[in-house]
């Protein structure tokens, strides 16, 4: 029984040592650890889609001599601590017009979340239940973009407020003009709800293309509830002939005009 002892007392003696000789590992001090929180909240929030849709809309609708510029911007996670930042023009989500490689770091001195990237340093203190960034003038692109925002469901880049995107998938029937009880349908359409447009060319003779647009609205002003709305479009046509509205939380927003049926869920 003490010959098996031995060798277990030995090799806990040994272990012991070891432990003993390691070098202790570096106290992380307590703004050094709320930082590392916080900046898990920011690798949270910062991915996804965003947009400013809703805000280019109201400024039209309000009149406003100066307009918004449409921003659409896309960002993924690219492992721990890095991001791919693609912005695009309006609906146009085929080839971003830039695109920028990003870190993210823990500054404990300045007490800032940094932000990184080839010509562009943002950093990021938490106020409340937001960040808010700072960058000089014109190291991110527009010289007037000095101040940024960043929450759970918005994006401000200066005076541009952009809202988180959510994808969607829709489908669409049409009956056919030239056969008639036959109709054409088009399924597993992707649109994102902050002004995003999907669109259709049915196989008629004389082709028609009917497209959707999905919004989560948002009104700036008044007394009106905000809706999650779902548009009808006709190419060439700037009024939309039909549209349906639901609860903003909503899973699901559908329609049928007669001539035209679908919905889209998520």
């Known amino acids: 029984m003490m010959r098996m002892a031995l060798p277990v007392l030995a090799l806990g ?27 898990r909240l920011f690798e949270s929030w910062f991915p996804g889609a965003w947009d400013n849709a809703e805000q280019v809309f109201f400024a039209e609708e309000q009149g406003r001599k100066v307009m918004p510029r449409r921003m659409h911007a896309k960002v993924t996670a690219e492992g721990a601590r890095a991001f791919t930042i693609r912005a695009f023009a309006g609906n146009d989500f085929a080839k971003p017009v830039e695109e920028r490689t990003a870190t993210a770091s823990v500054d404990a001195s300045a007490g800032r979340i940094r932000l990184s990237a080839p010509g562009c340093e943002i950093t990021w203190q938490r106020q409340a239940n937001q960040f808010v960034g700072e960058a000089k003038a014109g190291s991110c692109g527009s010289a007037a973009v000095t101040r940024f925002v960043l929450s759970a469901e918005d994006l401000w880049a200066g005076d541009s407020r952009m809202m988180r995107a959510r994808e969607w998938s829709c489908w669409m029937a049409i009956p056919r003009e030239d056969r008639p009880g036959t109709w054409f349908s088009a399924f597993n359409l992707r649109i994102l709800d902050q ?30 509830q905000d809706a999650l709305t779902l548009y009808v479009l006709k190419k060439g046509e700037a009024r939309a002939p039909g549209y349906a509205w639901a609860s903003p939380d909503a899973t699901r927003v559908g329609l049928n005009l007669r001539w035209v049926q679908g919905s889209c869920s998520r």
């Open 13 to 39: 003696l040994a272990a012991s040592a070891a432990l003993a000789q390691s070098p202790a590992a570096a106290p992380v001090s307590p703004d050094q650890a709320i930082l590392e929180r916080d900046l």
């Open 195 to 224: 002004g995003g447009e999907v669109w259709v060319k049915t196989d008629e003779a004389t082709p028609r293309e009917i497209g959707y647009r999905l919004r989560q609205v948002k009104w700036p002003a008044g007394t009106n």
